[in-house]
């Protein structure tokens, strides 16, 4: 897996991830919302950049200009429900995109400190041949990230498949490196070091789902 860390460049994106970790700013739930999104949207921008491209002649009231523009199908799949704010900022760049969603979370069962991924919604396309990108803002233990593409499966083979994060831990990155084809791309805004026991990425940010839309009950 091709791994792109964002972080290790100084840019605008360091001000949107400080804000995001900030326990006073990420308060603000909206704000916090349109920081994950706005990194989706720089994220996408680095993406676009590997994708494949054609020559196009379009006519202006003036004259002919002749670009180049990306050539991939794409098909943009976010884990609900803290995917929603970074599917916005993606979708913002990828605006023919088709959607997918998918609904995994963890099942604590009685160990606080264990859990199972559980699926149980899924709203897709076709997949086959088309660009895959799988977006999940916290990329922790890795699991939730292999049991989507798990069941993503039976609706096609992807061309290629690229994995949109903005917080991850080196666990789940070697968790999803051994899960995923060998040519997928991971476009990450900040890795950090470890989980905690209950497999909270460390230093992170919380629990983006509820700093997004509010703190559930189960």
């Known amino acids: 897996m091709q791994i792109h860390n964002l972080s290790k460049e100084n840019s605008i ?63 943009l799949c976010s884990i609900l429900r803290a995917g929603v704010p970074l599917h916005h900022g993606l979708l913002n760049y990828f605006d023919k995109a088709e959607n997918a969603f998918i609904s995994a979370y963890r099942h604590h069962k009685k160990n606080p400190e264990s859990f199972e991924i559980i699926v149980n919604y899924l709203a897709c396309p076709n997949l086959e041949g088309k660009t895959l990108v799988l977006a999940d803002p916290m990329l922790a233990s890795g699991q939730s990230m292999v049991a989507t593409f798990e069941a993503l499966k039976p609706f096609g083979t992807p061309k290629e498949v690229h994995l949109i994060s903005v917080i991850g831990a ?7 490196s051994k899960s995923f084809p060998e040519n997928t791309h991971l476009w990450i805004a900040a890795i950090d070091e470890t989980l905690n026991n209950k497999g ?11 700093l997004a839309f509010g703190v559930k009950l189960q």
């Open 13 to 75: 994106l360091n001000t949107f991830i400080s804000e995001i970790r900030d326990s006073t700013i990420q308060k603000d739930s909206m704000r916090f919302r349109r920081n994950i999104e706005r990194i989706g949207e720089i994220l996408g921008y680095e993406m676009s950049k590997s994708l494949n491209y054609h020559s196009k002649t379009i006519a202006t009231p003036l004259g002919k200009s002749t670009t180049n523009l990306f050539n991939n199908d794409i098909v």
């Open 170 to 176: 080196k666990n789940g990155i070697d968790t999803v």
């Open 200 to 210: 909270y990425i460390i230093p992170g940010l919380g629990d983006a789902g509820d």
